[in-house]
Nanobody
Framework: QVQLVESGGGLVQGGGSLRLSCAAS????????LAWFRQAPLKEREIVAG????????YYADAVKGRFTISRDNAKSTMYLQMNSLKPEDTAVYYC???????????????????WGQGTQVTVSS
């Protein structure tokens, strides 16, 4: 069983920065793939970024490339999402997700991740 707890959301002006954290527990994560998703009102939940825990291989959605950075701290079993140059369209509830497998690619659909955190709200004002 995997438990995920997000933190770090809030209200920020456009152009500002936030760092989200996802504290993971319940098992070792060497064979896990973790990801950040977001869901805006009336929109589908979409992947923002993902990484494989052991190798640190990463994936970014086109909308956030060059602005967001995903990373992890093995000692703290925590994943981060550093978000810079935030835009109003980044406003959403952000979720961290995990799957207990490593594939040749980082899955991009929500249905492949069985474990989810409770979400944290990010609001970017214009």
């Amino acid at each position: 069983q995997v438990q995920l707890v997000e933190s770090g959301g809030g209200l920020v002006q456009g152009g500002g920065s936030l760092r989200l954290s996802c504290a993971a527990s319940g098992r070792t994560f060497d064979d896990n793939t973790l990801a950040w998703f977001r869901q805006a009102p009336l929109k589908e939940r979409e992947i923002v970024a993902g990484l494989t825990w052991s190798s640190g291989r990463t994936y970014y959605a086109d909308a956030v490339k060059g602005r967001f950075t995903i990373s992890r701290d093995n000692a703290k079993s925590t994943m981060y999402l550093q978000m810079n140059s935030l835009k109003p369209e980044d406003t959403a509830v952000y979720y961290c997700a995990a799957m207990t497998a490593i594939l040749s690619y980082i899955p991009r659909t929500r249905y492949q991740y069985p474990y989810w955190g409770q979400g944290t709200q990010v609001t970017v004002s214009s």
